[in-house]
């Protein structure tokens, strides 16, 4: 399916719930997706614990990564995020940091009407109906960091 540019609203931010130690990449990912019976990666770009960045679907297709929000988002999935004994943590390098900067900044420029930029945990649905999704209430823990925040306080030196 077709994922317009006009369509996407937010870029969610994803992990791959590996240890610090496995650096996998797009085609590892690729090959899990695939043996859960999707088509391809579900992922638009993969960043490696090196930082480098690795292409996944194109970003005219619409992703397979976050269930009810996958033709209005793009995704990107950071390599790591669970420590050794395999408990969720923020364990990602300055490196894929850096990366994924550059891929939101770029998404931004290439995709005018995104206004969110958020963790998969995020969308986990607002149990108390407050209007916030608050640690209990996530259904994951991916991508083991707080995206909103980290994205504010990157923009605000931007």
Not at 4 to 16: E, N, Q
Not at 68 to 93: I, R
Not at 122 to 151: A, M, N, Q, T
């Amino acid at each position: 399916m077709e994922l317009k540019p006009g369509d996407v609203s937010m870029i969610v931010v994803h992990c791959s719930a590996t240890k610090a130690h496995q650096d996998v990449g797009a085609y590892e990912i690729d090959q899990w997706h695939k043996d859960r019976g999707w088509g391809m990666i579900g992922y638009h770009s993969v960043i490696r614990r090196s930082g480098e960045i690795e292409g996944g679907r194109p970003l005219n297709v619409v992703g397979a990564h976050a269930v009810g929000h996958n033709k209005n988002s793009v995704a990107v999935c950071l390599v790591g995020g669970l420590d050794p004994q395999g408990k969720p943590e923020d364990n990602f390098t300055h490196e894929q940091y850096a990366s994924l900067a550059q891929i939101i900044s770029n998404w931004k420029s290439t995709l005018p009407n995104i206004y969110d930029v958020l963790g998969h945990r995020d969308l986990s649905p607002d149990v108390d109906g407050d209007g916030i999704v608050e640690p209990w209430e996530w259904l994951k823990s991916c991508p083991c960091f707080d995206v909103r925040s980290w994205y504010g306080k990157w923009e605000d030196k931007a």
